[in-house]
């Protein structure tokens, strides 16, 4: 017997913040797509359960204990709306992609992450199809020094730029998230 929406929901953030394989083709459709990928790493954009490993590794990557504790759900017969925070610890590099290339690589700063996030849910055949959301970013990146930028913060950023720390960092993290889609296959 296959999950409900309110289970298929929770299991797809499970997935994020655990990495667990099973789960993701539990829950996730072979055509699944990820609207938010955009701006993260390429293996991310990728359809089904793979890109959905690799979405969790980017985010673990950056943020250590990472859960999404569920604060409501709503739902009809293809579609589910998920009300959540994201929460955990920034201890690896947040990095942020534009076009495939980097964009913004946020150097750990060791702080705690708690905000709100609503997620839209597309559902076919018993899994997850589709996702989009609305993020308060604004909350995270206060909550991480960045906006408005914290001297400290922002002097960090551009010397990781400059060291090449931030595109290595965006190397190590394009390849933890490829690595992740790939486990599917191993």
């Not at 089904?48 to 859960?67: E, K, Q, V």
Request: proline fraction near 6%.
């Amino acid at each position: 017997m296959g999950m409900d929406a309110t289970e298929l929901a929770e299991g797809l953030f499970r997935v994020l913040a655990t990495g667990d394989p099973a789960l993701a083709v539990d829950v996730v459709h072979e055509d699944f797509r990820n609207r938010e990928a955009a701006v993260a790493p390429a293996a991310c954009a990728l359809p089904g359960p793979a890109g959905t490993l690799a979405s969790g590794a980017w985010m673990r990557f950056a943020f250590s204990g990472l859960r999404f504790p569920v604060l409501a759900v709503a739902r009809n017969d293809e579609q589910i709306w998920v009300r959540l925070r994201m929460q955990g610890r920034h201890t690896g590099a947040f990095v942020r992609y534009r076009d495939g290339a980097l964009d913004q690589a946020i150097p750990p700063t060791g702080r705690e992450i708690d905000f709100e996030q609503i997620h839209v849910l597309e559902l076919r055949d018993g899994k997850v199809i589709g996702h989009e959301a609305v993020r308060d970013d604004i909350t995270m990146l206060g909550q991480l020094g960045v906006f408005p930028p914290a001297p400290p913060t922002a002097l960090r950023m551009v010397a990781w730029r400059v060291t090449g720390r931030a595109s290595r960092a965006a190397a190590q993290v394009t390849a933890e998230a490829a690595r992740a889609a790939a486990s599917l296959g191993a």
